[in-house]
């Protein structure tokens, strides 16, 4: 009976002394600094956010800074959230421009914030040079040009004869996904490329290339497009021919038209980086480096600048896509920071 | 008017300086047709005449404002606004609206507003056409992403998509459409008073004062009409393309100017018709069109249609009128 007092004594103890110690620790402020919640991608980003700031418990301490495109009014938002929460904060970004990164990390790091970065950043800027900003991560361009090349290969069979519409030619993202398709063009050699033009990112121009590629080369089998935009203009240049549906296009962006296009049978593929769950991890890494969960120092040069896996959404995982992407929200699991770690930037 | 200056230079060029660009069209058609037997088939005949709406009705609208001795860039702000309007007033995704072919009345409307404004701006201000219609074009392209939040509006009314994307028998819908607007425009231009007014300003705004014409009035009447077309642009666009988009006429602006070019109107103003426009509009497809035929790289393709344009303006002009370049 004593010995049973005793343990039921001790365990109140530590429950006491735990919830004290809880208690006098600060509550750690989640910011978030995008663009705009005006498109659907960073909104997705922001619910991510959200949804990763409930399960932390820190509802109350989510702040979503929104720049509208202007670089120095991010830089502005940052350093306010760190005066208000008096260093208290961690923080996941979408620098406006590459080069705005520099001046936030060297803010940040002035003030012992750990905070994290996607998308853009100057090549020659190293994060391991920084203590506090923990690591800078990216999409694979190559991948999504490389993966959606290939499946639109297989669906017509890996022979015949296709087209290719690239981006705005000298962009960096468009160079990338074009050496995707190249690498997979290799793979197949039955497929051959009768033609490829410089659609610009855009529907309208992608639409009067395909018109006029389909009067060169009335038989086309398949259109490969460097994003949803142009793969979206495809499909209507294809309609006007009553061949949507026949010829199968792909495309990068997963924007909503592409989605259900897929849906359709009109497309075959296009990639998400999942915003969902760049606005939750951003901010779950940051957190984990302030907390001691993942010791920053220790951390490999390959760990501080990496790629991260996108979502391939093709007809085979439509349907699991749709339900909780669109029209629900998936589960992650927080912790699990190196899930989608792929390779360093470096490497 | 018994002499309109425009006619004193008819004379002075003769048949060929007067046909240069039908003839130039020709050539270029016959080259092609020896080059790729593809391009003189009834399929690619047909692709072509796609492809010439609605960009021919921009570029018509633009040949107005050319002939006016004016210029006008607020092409892609409009036609891209209108068809945003269009895709939130036929059967679309994000509201309940369903007004069918009704909309295209409220295209037109826009259109024509946003073109009086250039021309009120024009006249009232005393602004240069050049920086009135830039700034009605960032104007137009800002109201067209804070309506949208730079999403494409997508539309599901498939009767409406038929002026975009139909055909009777063979021939694009949009292609009749857009030569019943050409038709039109001829016979306002050839037939009524305004279309030697608008002639006569271009060549020289100061003698079409003297003789009386009420210059403003005309002006603001080009650019409501040239707004007007932009609408009626803006919904063929957004018909044929599934959506409603402010990006959707990105390079209508250059494209337009361009087919005015190789058709032969001077943008000096006080030249051209509308024969010219059509002509100039072809031109520019084929050549596109060509390009791709031929299989010439897409990395020059931009650089010749850039020198084509200088060479068309170098011959076409008629520089003993002009006393200074500006």
Partial sequence: MRKILVVVGLCLLVGLVGSVSAFAEEPVYLGTAIRSLANPYHAAWAKGAEMFAEWAGLKDYNVILTCEGSSEKQLNDIKALVARSKGNVVFCIDPNQSTDAVAIANELEKEKVYFLTFWNKPDDVKVSDYKYWVCHVTFDNRASGYNTAKVLFD??????????????LGNSAAIERWEGFEKALKEYPDIELVGWEAGDWLKTKAYNLVSNALAAYPDIKAVWCANDAMATGAIEA?????????VPVSGVDAIPEMITAIQNGEAVATVSSDAYWQGGMGLSIALAAKKGDIKVEELPE??????????????????????????????????NYWERWVRGIRE | MSVTRVEVRKRKF???????????LVLLSVFLSIVNPRFFTLDNLFNILDLVSPLGITALAMGFVLMAGSIDLSVEGVVGLSGIVASFLVKNFSNQNDFGFFSIFFCLFTGLGFGLLNGFLLYRFKIPSFMATLGVGFITTGVGILVTRGNPIVITDWSFRQIGMGKVGVVPVAFILTMGVFFLAWFLSERTVFGRYVLAIGGDEAIARDLGINVNRVKIGVFGLAGALYGFAGAILTAKLGSGDINAPIGFTFDSIGSCVLGGIAITGGMGNVPKVLIGIFTLTILRNGMILMGISPYVQQGVIGMILIATVALTIDRKKIKIMK
Avoid: M
Avoid at chain 1, 155 to 168: E, M, P, R, T
């Fill in chain 2, 14 to 24: 003769g048949f060929l300086g007067e046909n240069a660009s039908l003839i130039a």
């Fill in chain 1, 238 to 246: 294809l309609r006007a021919r009553g061949l949507a549906g026949k």
């Fill in chain 1, 155 to 168: 669906a017509i069979g890996g022979k015949g004869k296709v087209f290719a519409l690239q981006g705005l």
């Fill in chain 1, 302 to 335: 390959n760990k501080r600048e990496w790629i991260a896996k996108s979502i391939l959404i093709t007809k085979e995982n439509i349907d699991w896509y749709v339900k909780n992407y669109v029209e629900g929200t998936p589960q992650y699991d927080w912790t």
